[in-house]
């Protein structure tokens, strides 16, 4: 008699959080064929950089040179990155459909207000990171256009607050009247965005030189936006 097929052993392997992708080499391929996901690992080897070397920088002569070392990369990885975010503006054209779909008149002028602030955020970074980049010489922008795209992102960054909290809100709802492990899963994922819009605003603080704003604040929040829009994007390249 023939023997049963042996059933694979998923007791030990690596299952996305939130999902039941296991994490296995032909996943992890396919995560990092997708240019968001690579960007977005990118960030948090960024932020994680930027929080080691503020630790290092204050304890102690001895280990400033480390210190600024990483500093330097997470400064490094920061301009790296932009060359992922070129003509990411281009994508959110893709939400005015749903934005026209919405029934609540409120809700759905907030939406086409979250795609003109994405939109407009996203354009003055290309402005800013062609300079950065070196595709264009120094001194070509103005010496404050980057400040000005800093002060783009952080009024995006208060739409998006809204904007989540709304969907937070609903799927929370949702998710009172719905035990199953699908809609409980997408309600966790909206609070996670949620909290992921609030570090980015803090971030933000900081980047326009507020005069509230900490640059410890600024490390934490920058890295904990860089984990969940990491597993955000590695979910939708497993789909």
């Known amino acids: ?25 032909k996943a992890a391929n396919k ?17 994680s950089a930027k929080l080691l070397a503020y630790w290092l920088l204050r304890s ?4 400033a040179d480390l210190g600024k070392h990483f500093d330097a990369l997470a400064k490094n990885l920061s301009t790296a990155r932009r060359f992922f975010k070129f003509m990411r503006w281009m994508k959110h054209l893709e939400d005015i459909e749903d934005a026209r779909a919405e029934k609540n008149p409120q809700f759905r002028s907030l939406l086409f207000l979250d795609i003109g602030c994405n939109i407009v955020a996203d354009i003055s970074e290309d402005v800013t990171s062609l300079e950065k980049v070196g595709i264009l010489r120094k001194g070509v922008l103005p010496k404050r256009t980057e ?19 709304v969907k937070a809100d609903r799927a929370v709802e949702k998710a009172q009247a719905d035990a199953s ?3 409980q899963r997408k309600s966790t994922m909206a609070r996670l965005e949620f909290s992921k819009f609030i570090a980015d605003l803090i971030k933000a603080f900081y980047d326009c030189e507020l005069s509230f704003a900490s640059e410890l604040g600024f490390c ?14 590695a979910l939708r390249a497993l789909k």
């Not at 102690?60 to 280990?63: A, F, H, P, V």
């Open 1 to 25: 008699m023939a023997s049963a097929p042996l059933k694979e052993d998923v007791s030990l392997a690596l299952v996305l959080p939130l999902s039941d992708k296991v994490v296995d080499l």
């Open 31 to 47: 995560m990092c064929s997708s240019a968001q996901t690579r960007e977005k690992a990118l960030k948090i080897i960024q932020y």
């Open 60 to 63: 102690g002569q001895s280990l």
């Open 147 to 165: 400040y000005y795209a800093n002060w783009c992102q952080l009024v995006l960054a208060a739409v998006e607050i809204f904007v989540s909290k």
């Open 181 to 183: 492990v699908e809609v």
């Open 220 to 233: 934490i929040s920058g890295l904990w936006a860089a984990l969940v829009s990491s597993h955000k994007y």
